[in-house]
Structures are given as C-alpha cells and as structure tokens.
C-alpha cells in the first residue's frame, strides 16, 4: 500500500525537466508570496475599521487632487470608496483571507510533495482562472487575465511536475 505522502525526491538533474521543476518552484514560491500578501490584506480589513479606511484613502487622494483636481488615479480611488461600505469590506476580506489561506494550504501541501496536492493544485487554480476569467468578462480588468495566465502556467508546470514525480515514483 502506497503513502499518502510521496517521497521526497532529488529534482531531475539537468535539461528541460531540471528547468521545468525549477520553474515549478519558482511559480509555487511567487504563488506562496501572493497568497501571503492576500492573507494579510484580508486580516488587515477585518481589523480596520471601515470608517478608518475611508479617512486614508481620503487623505492619500487629497492632496493629489489639490494639485491636479482632474488626476485619473485620485478618481478612481474616490469613486472606489463609494463603492466600500462595511458590507463590502467584509465580503473582500472574507474573499482574500480565504482565497489565500487555500493557496497557502495547497502550496504547503505541493512543498511537502503530497501525492494528492497535484490533482487538487490543479482543481483549485482551474478554478482561480474560471473565476478570474468571469470577473475579467465583467470588468475588463487586465490584472485578471495577469493573474488568469500566471495560474495557467502554474497548473501547467505543475502538471509536469506531477508526471515527472509518477515517472521518478
């Protein structure tokens, strides 16, 4: 009977499958750093109070539109803040503290080489671009289709990385 923990084993030792597993930690460890910086972002809006907010970024745009009272960027933050009420607030931080808890938890478990980290890496960040693509439909925002590609190849390396350890195992 196999472990559900697959061994641990050295990286291949050169050529396009050492490049590709390099690459695969190096995409694990950028969505590990995302993932942390989400993490943070949700608990920091948990914790802050939604009045508190609106006073910083009144006071971050205040100044900018003093000098420049058409500036693109001051706008934009102003009417966002339109949009940030309590219920809002609490939806986004729920919303990052999750999804980045999840990555984390799927990036640890991928670190640990868990046979059953791949397929369910795989499911989770298919998942992440389904959504991202929805909002990026909605929005046109060029961050989601950033973020859509980056995931692709991630699921992509990790693919690989999963044949190379079924291969090596």
Do not use: C
Request: hydrophobic letters at 55%.
């Amino acid at each position: 009977m196999s472990s559900p923990i697959a061994a641990p084993t050295d990286a291949p030792s050169g050529g396009e499958h050492g490049l590709l597993h390099r690459l695969f930690e190096l995409g694990i460890a950028a969505k590990a750093v995302f993932a942390s910086i989400e993490t943070a972002a949700g608990l920091a809006l948990l914790a802050t109070p939604n009045a508190r907010i609106q006073g910083w970024l009144h006071w971050l745009t205040q100044a900018e539109l003093v000098e420049d009272p058409s500036d693109p960027l001051a706008r934009r933050v102003l009417a966002a803040m339109g949009h940030l009420d309590a219920g809002s607030q609490h939806f986004y931080a729920v919303y990052l503290l999750g999804h980045g808890l999840l990555k984390l938890a799927v990036v640890a478990l991928l670190a640990r080489r868990v046979a059953a980290a791949y397929p369910l890496a795989i499911a989770v960040f298919a998942g992440f671009v389904a959504y991202q693509l929805h909002r990026w439909t909605l929005t046109g925002s060029p961050a989601m289709l950033a973020l859509s590609a980056l995931d692709a190849v991630v699921i992509w390396l990790t693919w690989q990385e999963w044949r190379g350890a079924a291969a090596r195992g």
